[in-house]
């Protein structure tokens, strides 16, 4: 359980500004699509890195294969219904719109001031099918997983988030928005009723964030976890 | 989203005492099996008393009708892998054991030192398909909803408890422990990671009651919460 997110960031919902028209900025072209079982060796990196920032790596034993296993079976549900990650990815030229029958991948920009330097780029290039199409300039930049929840006062499903990350490099560009607001619009288009997820009280930074999109912070509830060998030992109580 | 409980109770997993055995008390029996879609309309007051209980009718709007459709729908999901009721039903004199593929009936039995005097009885009436084979004594006394989640630090999935209620007369009695022992049981049977679910923080009982049950109450995390008017307008963002 995790939430991670970029620092309060300024809104990039401006249509695509070519570069020779904005001479100070040159700009990072974003696309978000639905994960498959060739992103599990990034997921897992950002899962990673996504534990240092929360300072919980004692709590982190997720493996590829484990990944693998849990997020991309053999006979996947349907798309939202279980497990689902979308993954967010970078690159300076901009995407090829592609098909995609259960969720179409949404391009945007956003125009940087300075150019990132990517200490990771190379460990974080995008597997994605169509890289050869446009180059292999993609880059993976974070990721969000979320999946069904189920308000028995709404009577009606909706999504929470597990986790949401932006790699450091790329933070306080409106990324993180895009992330979340992805599911925010897939929830609302489905007509449920929440998006919901939990956030560290010490990050003042995220709280400030997701207020700002809107979300109410909920002071009075407090988590429960059964875990571990506690957890186990009900595998034989005799009921 | 809620989690009320009953107070700590006694243990309960002694083996069915016969009444002559012990006269200084009656036994109850109970039964938790997976609800259907005949027992909506009470599930759907079970909830709008959690509702009451927790001080939150505000945010109840359930129909039973909405409940029908969005836990019961026409194809149903696997058992588990989505929302998941576990009905808990009571009657003095012993259930039969039935058949069920997904999840066979948990029997057990309770000692009372006193009978109950159940003001609701009437309207709690099981509606389950073998009520008449053993009288039209079967009395419903609480749910738990549940559905799975996912840990992406074990790289694995888990269950999140929406919802535990136990009737008020009923409570005191075991029978909240009964009801999340049975998910727990699931979880571990499956090899799933963990159970969570959220608890008010002035709901000292239950709070008492999960930490007697081996939950880990984590101090750090806040919920946030996208609903409303605010998720609708995600509808129309443009991405």
Same mark, same amino acid.
């Given at each position: 359980?995790?939430?991670?997110?970029?620092?309060?960031?300024?809104?990039?919902?401006?249509?695509?500004?070519?570069?020779?028209?904005?001479?100070?900025?040159?700009?990072?072209?974003?696309?978000?699509?639905?994960?498959?079982?060739?992103? *599990?060796?990034?997921?897992?990196?950002?899962?990673?890195?996504?534990?240092?920032?929360?300072?919980?790596?004692?709590?982190?034993?997720?493996?590829?294969?484990?990944?693998?296993?849990?997020?991309?079976?053999?006979?996947?549900?349907?798309?939202?219904?279980?497990?689902?990650?979308?993954?967010?990815?970078?690159?300076?030229?901009?995407?090829?719109?592609?098909?995609?029958?259960?969720?179409?991948?949404?391009?945007?920009?956003?125009?940087? @001031?300075?150019?990132? @330097?990517?200490?990771?780029?190379?460990?974080?290039?995008?597997?994605?099918?169509?890289?050869?199409?446009?180059?292999? @300039?993609?880059?993976?930049?974070?990721?969000?997983?979320?999946?069904?929840?189920?308000?028995?006062?709404?009577?009606?499903?909706?999504?929470?988030?597990?986790?949401?990350? *932006?790699?450091?490099?790329?933070?306080?560009?409106?990324?993180?928005?895009?992330?979340?607001?992805?599911?925010?619009?897939?929830?609302?288009?489905?007509?449920?009723?929440?998006?919901?997820?939990?956030?560290?009280?010490?990050? *003042?930074?995220?709280?400030?964030?997701?207020?700002?999109?809107?979300?109410?912070?909920?002071?009075?509830?407090?988590?429960?976890?059964?875990?571990?060998?506690?957890?186990?030992?009900?595998?034989?109580?005799?009921?």
């Amino acid at each position: 359980m995790a939430a991670a997110a970029a620092p309060p960031p300024p809104p990039s919902a401006a249509p695509i500004t070519l570069p020779d028209s904005n001479p100070s900025g040159q700009p990072l072209f974003t696309r978000i699509r639905l994960a498959t079982a060739e992103d *599990v060796p990034h997921i897992h990196k950002l899962i990673h890195q996504m534990a240092v920032f929360e300072r919980l790596t004692d709590l982190f034993h997720a493996t590829p294969a484990d990944l693998s296993a849990t997020l991309f079976p053999p006979n996947p549900p349907p798309p939202f219904t279980s497990f689902t990650v979308f993954l967010l990815e970078l690159s300076s030229i901009p995407f090829l719109a592609t098909a995609n029958p259960h969720f179409p991948p949404l391009l945007n920009s956003v125009l940087l @001031d300075l150019p990132i @330097d990517d200490p990771e780029r190379e460990s974080f290039r995008s597997r994605a099918n169509d890289v050869n199409i446009i180059g292999n @300039d993609v880059i993976v930049g974070g990721f969000v997983l979320f999946f069904p929840n189920y308000s028995t006062f709404l009577a009606k499903p909706g999504f929470y988030i597990e986790d949401i990350f *932006v790699r450091e490099c790329y933070r306080r560009k409106g990324l993180g928005k895009m992330l979340l607001t992805a599911v925010a619009a897939q929830a609302a288009k489905m007509g449920y009723g929440r998006v919901e997820w939990v956030v560290l009280d010490w990050n *003042v930074n995220a709280i400030t964030f997701y207020e700002q999109m809107g979300a109410q912070i909920l002071p009075e509830w407090r988590i429960c976890r059964l875990s571990g060998e506690v957890l186990q030992a009900y595998a034989h109580v005799n009921l």
